[in-house]
């Protein structure tokens, strides 16, 4: 006989978890729609890599951001400009120009370092795991791409850097490494890239690419490729002046990468603004934005590209400097001392600034109001100027460099020819704006130019003081990084053996 009191008993339990049931149920459902409509700040939210690749590009020059403002190689180039004497500021006794630099808080010179580790960041670190898991190699390998430039900047400015503890949240000191692990790294990663952009199965999509790479190649594969040959051509060309850079084969894979990276102009790689009312949307050089009212160019630039300095090329003037430089009211060509200013200097010799302005003053012909007065800024100080990043000019003097360390004249003259031709077809082609009539570059002015023997010598007179001066004028501005990078491997005051001229 069936005890009745526990067939009921038995149904109420069954009543009983069938409710807890339903309300656990009920409860999840409540809870996933809580989840849903406020997610947790803190936790990795997949994004479109195509949203995240043009800020990282951005990262390159100069960008903004909620938690820190304009970094990239561009904000230190504008102190590291002065130790080069590429240009200086109209106050004497200025901090970088003595080649010191300001302690305490201030953050100057530490730009690059914020692009590496908080602009750029975890932003690749995502667009090449996210990019991986979408089959969208294309953006992994821009991803690699970009963290292999990253780990060259920032052991060129810095030396040691955090690379085996990098982006590691739980930690708050870190352990740096030395150069010659991070330019291995920086190889490395290279390569990784190289094998990324080579592959074309997935989900690799030029057009798709371009939505995230519309200001820097345009979705581009090749250009990438290029790129990042010419981030392994200037690993090992940092190195020219060690012993291993011959003993090891190191100049050899300097010319094999430079020759695989930009050959012509039409292979430059630049960093391209829209321009508009919005500070971000403009060069960092121009006048909207303002920054170098009080910069002129150096004294030693200026020389140098008159034909007034005895270190190189006296008595030719440089075609090139209308535009790069800017003249007086005399119409030649003075510069500041970095480390005095304009001290010494006649009023009708002060040099107009990058914007035009004959004046000391700072006063910008485009205040932030998108009306200009009179803008005749050339060169990389307008508003929209495309910002080199990589030349083929540059690849070509890391050619010639390292063919002359070599004893290869023949090779390091004809890729020293190339290097001075193609910097002047691309300011005549990418730069004409606002220059003054009859100082145009043409072809029979760029042919006499390079038929002087001072500037192109026969094969068996060139010399390191040729090369490294006219790459010096090539990546005038735009290659300051790569210009303190060369001089120091020269200790700034080191003399070639061949001319006993710096």
Known sequence: MVNKKFGMQHKFLKSFIFIGLIGIVGLYSCKKKIDDAYLNPNAATVQPVESLLPGVIGGFTWFSASAGTTYGVVVDGTFVGRYIQYYGINTSADTWGQMSMLGGVVDNGGSVWATVYFGQGNNVN????????????????????????????????????????????????????????????????????????????????????????????????????????????????????????????????????????????????????????????????GPYRGNFGAYRQGDFVARLMSGDDTTAFAGVSDPRRWYMLSENINGTFKG??????????????????????????????????????????????????????????????????????????????????????????????????????????????????????????????????????QKYIALYIWGSLETWADMRKFHYVDTDPATNKK
């Open 126 to 285: 995502r667009i090449i795991q996210w990019g991986a898991e979408q089959e969208k190699w294309d953006y992994v390998g821009a991803g690699l791409a970009i963290r292999a430039w990253g780990w060259l900047e920032l052991t060129q400015e810095y030396n040691w850097g955090i690379l085996r503890e990098a982006w590691q949240p739980n930690k708050t000191s870190f352990h740096y490494e030395d150069q010659p692990e991070i330019l291995d790294s920086c190889r490395a990663v290279c390569h990784r890239a190289i094998s990324f952009l080579n592959r074309t199965d997935g989900n690799v999509s030029q057009a798709n690419l371009a939505k995230g790479d519309a200001y820097f190649n345009n979705g581009d594969v090749n250009k990438w490729k290029k790129f990042v040959y010419g981030i392994l051509a200037r690993s090992y060309a940092l190195l020219s002046y060690k012993n291993i850079f011959l003993s090891e084969h190191l100049a050899d894979s300097a010319i094999k990468y430079a020759s695989l990276s930009c050959a012509t102009n039409a292979d430059n790689i630049t960093v391209k603004v829209a321009g508009g009312l919005q500070t971000g949307q403009n060069n960092y050089w």
């Open 336 to 469: 500041f001392k970095p480390w005095l200013g304009s001290s010494g200097l006649a009023t009708n010799d002060y040099p107009k600034n990058f914007w035009r302005n004959p004046s000391p003053t700072s006063t910008s012909p485009c205040p932030q109001t998108g009306v200009c007065t009179i803008d005749s800024s050339r060169y990389l100080y307008q508003n929209t100027s495309p910002w080199p990043m990589m030349t083929a000019s540059e690849m070509q003097f890391i050619i010639a460099e390292a063919a002359l360390r070599k004893g290869d004249k023949p090779a390091a003259l004809t890729a020293y020819t190339n290097a001075i031709s193609l910097n002047f077809d691309m300011l005549a082609n990418d730069y004409p704006q606002n220059i003054p009539a009859g100082r145009q570059i043409t072809g029979p002015i760029k042919a006499a130019y390079l038929a002087n023997a001072a500037i192109v010598p026969s094969s068996a007179g060139l010399t390191l003081t040729h090369i490294m001066n």
